[in-house]
């Protein structure tokens, strides 16, 4: 290596027209950017961006093409950008355009390939063949898991799990709607072979109310508490019905019928560039062989809501979206918050500056495909492409949220690393290997290669191969750990 290459450090350049390039390993002051010709000015770490030429103060600052803020002072190449020089450009007032693209599907790499499942009498197989307990209320959480933990589930039934919550009770009007449809949505998935609709018996959501929406689910069961006289009894009775009606093996189906959430959680810097692209390039392949891909986190959209808007063809879709991104951003606005106050401490230390780089990489999870659909909280996904699904940036909820639109696996991306998984398998996927070399009880896939250069379309490859594992039986780090739960979103007043 020569002195020139020892003071050389790599940088990456998104596109073009990008002002700033993320340095992979971190760089020195007097240290000069390879392929740039721009030395640092100051000390860089690694996932952290430098300006490439001069930003004026009140300047855009330009990554993956986009402005993800603005100057708060002039920058000067070399120099460190950061929240210490830009600041967001989001504001309270607020409007999008249309522009459809044109996008469409891509043609299928390859054949389709297929998983191993369970066939259901009613939607999608599932990839897992579990008995759920739902509680309609949050007083009976613990009770129901005491009663669970007694139960001996036949050897096909691989587990049985209780969805506990706080919510059900107390709660009025468009609250208590948002929790019903999140339970009902909940029932409706693959994952569960046979669901028991629980209660209380005194609460605001009347077990009644869930069976009218879940009338025509012939794998739901529904009992209150309070109306029976042995709990036990009436609890494993029904279990043990559902068990006999499930099947006990399972059977091939092509992997297009596994819908995917996409998801991102304890973000850095490096998850824009590696583990979120990955993650789209497998939602474009499962795209282009007739798949479903479920995406949420609506605050996480602003500032590159025009990303996703333009891949919208049909104009009802359009609207629908347009609405959701209002909704949250007068939701903030409702409670006096700013809407750009997003990126977490974690996030920032790790290199994300504003709220728009946050949405600018967190959109790449969805991949180029066409976006079908806007779901309510509940809504099921039937259209092929991506769907949008009503639900805030919180890791807990949005997983939640993806799995009751029908999410029979999560791929979660994450640069700083969190054990956190929702009901349905989670696959972690990490941004960076030191990650991955850390947390192995937590990470199931690295990405981290790709900021070496590994091809991503390879590399996409591999991930879906191992989500064809998974659907298949494989179990994540997330399962062999036993986490898995649920939250749900609530926005009204409690009693």
């Given at each position: 290596m020569t002195l020139m290459e020892k003071n050389e450090v790599r940088c990456i350049l998104l596109k073009a027209e990008d002002s700033v390039a993320v340095l992979p390993e971190g760089g020195k002051a007097g240290q000069s950017l390879s392929g740039t010709g721009v030395v640092l000015r100051d000390d860089i770490p690694a996932g952290h961006k430098a300006a490439l030429r001069d930003i004026p103060r009140g300047g855009p600052v330009v990554k993956y093409g986009h402005p993800m803020g603005r100057a708060s002072r002039d920058i000067a190449p070399g120099e460190k950008v950061h929240v210490h020089n830009v600041e967001s450009a989001?504001?309270?007032?607020?409007?999008?355009?249309?522009?459809?693209?044109?996008?469409?599907?891509?043609?299928?790499?390859g054949p389709v390939p297929y998983f191993s499942g369970y066939a259901r009498e009613q939607g999608a197989p599932g990839i897992r063949n579990e008995l759920w307990i739902i509680p309609i209320v949050g007083c009976v959480n613990e009770y129901l898991k005491f009663l669970a933990d007694g139960y001996t589930?036949?050897?096909?039934?691989?587990k049985v799990r209780v969805l506990s919550h706080p919510y059900g009770c107390s709660q009025l009007g468009k609250d208590l709607d948002m929790t019903a449809a999140v339970l009902e949505g909940l029932a409706r998935n693959p994952c569960?072979?046979?669901?028991?609709?629980?209660?209380?018996?005194?609460e605001n959501l009347q077990r009644v109310f869930m069976e009218t929406r879940l009338s025509d689910l012939r794998k739901a069961r529904f009992f209150s508490l309070q109306e029976v006289d042995d709990d036990r009894q009436h609890l494993y009775g029904f279990l043990d019905e559902l068990a006999e009606a499930a099947p006990r093996a399972r059977t091939e189906f092509p992997l297009s019928e596994v819908t995917i959430g996409v998801k991102c959680g304890g973000s850095d810097g490096f998850s824009g560039l590696s583990a979120n692209p990955l993650v789209g390039e497998a939602a474009d392949m499962l795209c282009a062989w007739g798949g479903r891909v479920l995406a949420t986190e609506i605050p996480e959209m602003f500032g590159a809501e025009d990303v996703l808007a333009s891949r919208i063809s049909d104009e009802d879709v359009f609207r629908a979206f347009s609405g959701t991104i209002k909704w949250f951003r007068d939701y903030y606005d409702a409670h006096n918050q700013p809407v750009y106050e997003n990126p977490s401490p974690g996030n920032k230390d790790g290199g994300i500056t504003t709220l728009e780089e946050k949405s600018l990489g967190a959109v790449n999870k969805c991949g180029s495909a066409p976006v079908t659909g806007v779901l309510t909280m509940g809504?099921?996904?039937?259209?092929?492409?991506?769907?949008?699904?009503?639900?805030?940036?919180?890791?807990?909820?949005s997983a939640t949220v993806m799995a009751a639109s029908g999410a029979q696996v999560i791929l979660f991306t994450t640069g700083r690393g969190t054990p956190y998984s929702t009901v349905v398998p989670t696959i972690k996927i990490s941004?960076?290997?030191?990650?991955?070399n850390r947390k192995r009880g937590w990470i199931?896939?690295?990405a981290g290669p790709l900021l070496s250069g590994a091809d991503r379309k390879e590399t996409a490859a591999r991930l879906i191969s191992l989500l064809a594992e998974t659907a298949s039986g494989?179990?994540?780090?997330?399962?062999?750990?036993?986490?898995?739960?649920?939250?749900?979103?609530k926005d009204g007043v409690i009693l």
């Open positions: 989001l504001r309270a007032e607020w409007s999008m355009d249309w522009n459809p693209s044109g996008a469409g599907f891509r043609e299928p790499a589930p036949p050897p096909w039934i691989e569960a072979a046979g669901v028991v609709v629980a209660g209380l018996g005194c809504a099921q996904a039937t259209r092929r492409g991506v769907s949008v699904v009503f639900g805030p940036g919180n890791d807990l909820i941004s960076n290997t030191d990650l991955y199931d896939f690295d494989r179990l994540t780090r997330n399962e062999e750990n036993r986490t898995g739960e649920i939250a749900i979103f």
